[in-house]
């Protein structure tokens, strides 16, 4: 791997220089300055003299934050200070709501250095990684700017009797959205998830990940200032455990991103109170090429599909399928260019991959693949830390010869860890890449883009990318994105990524005659119109 300093340049021979610091960039305590700590932590909702909770950066250990720590009772003060302010917001025409998304859109790509900065301190990603996020939340912006008032117009539908029942489905607000947000892409889950729902007239109270809430507060500052209500978006901290179910217990509907495991434990508490929930679980995610794939974008397509964000990235390829014919070949492209790959945690853009994020995740990495070579696998490039770059740096790792009966084969690592199989037939690959509870992302590189569409169908993900690794349906916005299986439930984008925070009614105006026996007609010759009434409609082909 290439090792690259602060400023996104290659160190001389011999030379080893922490990525972070030195050689005149910019330090993560410069970029994220203690007074900025200090204004964004002040819309937390936490009264009194609350706990603080102290955050690191993942790319030097350096304390990064004190954030004051929400009690349950915060969380109950956050709904009604949400549910005043989301009662005049949904009386609003679309068209205003729908104007904050778009003056909030042009203020993050004006400002995107600051969130970058940010994001890259809470995270430890690369800054082009933290730039996708810029780049799906800016797109999610526009979006539903200019489709809001089309997704949540009324609509007409047919009435009980063609004229005389007039019937009209309308779209109102559910009310207060509990969202649970996660770590791994802080702006992109917290307002990404967050700006459908402002634009379907509710509220919003948002626990993000503690190690990533600076990253969120910042997003809620900026909408502000692009013109919502400051209480109507309200955001608390504290472990998961204690204010994700006070968080759940007082939504009328929940919008949740983590685990499969925690997820679970989510959609019991909300079925318990009868509200509705969308929630983007983990993946076990496959990438097949075929053996008309042109193999050096195949290639290239892998490295972005495995390693971006290293690889904590619930879309990211874990699994990689390669026909025999061409495994070879595509291997070598793939290792060269994966060992290629430059690691830094520099403030700047350069660098190919980043940091991974918590020594939890940097404890999973290493376990997967030590457990995996020690039962037979082997390393065909990484397969090891790098604390010479960082505390949680782990180089990009491919691993061949992977077994089922090994945990990486099956559980999800979330890191920066492939493995790889081969396969004769498009049949067995498809059966392979289906052979997981998971079902999120999957990805097909063929030449045939045909071919491509019908491989596709046959594989259970909800999006699935042909020839790319994932950007291709995740920034195809005005579509549905989300998972099958244990990969969760609902839909983030398009209609369903909207609607889903509203309430369908129903209004149906009668007109002249009711429906029930009248003008003398008793029950048998009621029911006896009606009977070729509806004979007829059927005739007519009436829907």
Not at 211 to 234: C, K, S
Not at 271 to 294: F, I, P, T
């Amino acid at each position: 791997m290439t090792d690259i300093t602060a400023d996104g340049q290659a160190p001389g021979r011999g030379e080893r220089r922490n990525p972070a610091a030195g050689g005149g960039a910019r330090t993560v305590a410069a970029a994220v300055p203690a007074s900025l700590v200090a204004r964004l932590a002040r819309s937390i909702t936490a009264a009194g003299e609350p706990e603080l909770v102290h955050t690191t950066t993942p790319l030097t250990g350096e304390r990064l934050a004190a954030l004051p720590q929400s009690t349950p009772a915060d969380v109950e003060v956050a709904y009604q200070l949400a549910r005043r302010a989301q009662r005049s917001w949904a009386a609003l025409p679309v068209r205003r709501r729908a104007a904050v998304l778009l003056r909030f859109h042009d203020l993050l790509l004006k400002r995107q250095d600051e969130v970058l900065d940010l994001i890259q301190a809470e995270t430890g990603k690369a800054r082009l990684h933290a730039f996708e996020e810029v780049l799906a939340v800016a797109m999610a912006a526009r979006h539903y700017g200019r489709r809001a008032e089309g997704y949540l117009r009324d609509r007409r539908r047919s009435g009980a009797i063609p004229v005389l029942t007039h019937a009209v489905e309308s779209r109102r607000a559910k009310g207060v959205i509990g969202q649970i947000s996660p770590w791994n892409y802080p702006l992109e889950l917290s307002v990404g998830d967050a700006l459908p729902a402002f634009a379907a007239g509710n509220a919003v109270v948002n626990k993000p990940d503690t190690q990533t809430a600076l990253t969120a507060l910042w997003a809620r500052e900026l909408l502000v200032e692009a013109g919502l209500p400051a209480d109507l978006w309200q955001i608390v901290i504290g472990d998961g455990p204690v204010i994700g179910p006070a968080v759940i217990e007082h939504a009328d509907y929940v919008s949740f991103t983590g685990s499969t495991r925690t997820g679970r434990q989510v959609a019991q508490q909300a079925a318990a109170r009868l509200v509705g929930a969308s929630l983007e679980l983990g993946g076990k995610n496959a990438m097949l090429v075929l053996a008309d794939a042109d193999l050096d974008r195949a290639a290239e397509g892998a490295v972005r599909a495995c390693f971006s964000s290293a690889g904590q990235l619930c879309i990211s390829i874990e699994r990689l399928f390669v026909h025999r014919s061409v495994a070879d070949d595509f291997l070598a492209r793939f290792v060269a260019r994966t060992a290629a790959l430059r690691l830094g945690g520099g403030l700047a853009y350069g660098a190919d991959m980043g940091s991974l994020v918590s020594e939890r995740q940097l404890e999973t990495v290493t376990r997967h693949v030590e457990e995996a070579v020690k039962a037979g696998a082997t390393v065909l490039t990484g397969g090891r830390a790098r604390p010479d770059l960082g505390p949680l740096f782990y180089e990009p790792t491919v691993l061949d010869g992977v077994t089922p009966e090994m945990a990486v084969c099956a559980e999800e690592t979330f890191g920066p860890v492939v493995s790889i199989y081969r396969f004769d037939t498009e049949e067995e690959a498809v059966a392979a890449a289906n052979a997981t509870p998971y079902g999120l992302n999957s990805s097909v590189w063929t030449r045939d883009s045909r071919r491509g569409r019908a491989v596709a169908a046959r594989l259970r993900t909800g999006t699935v990318n042909v020839n790319e690794a994932y950007a291709a349906a995740y920034g195809s916005v005005a579509s549905p994105m989300g998972g099958m299986g244990d990969s969760g439930l609902g839909r983030r984008h398009g209609a369903e990524g909207i609607l889903r925070y509203t309430e369908a009614q129903t209004v149906a105006t009668q007109r002249l005659v009711p429906l029930a026996p009248s003008f003398g007609l008793d029950d048998e010759r009621f029911a006896a119109l009606f009977t070729t009434g509806l004979k007829a409609m059927k005739a007519f082909r009436l829907k």
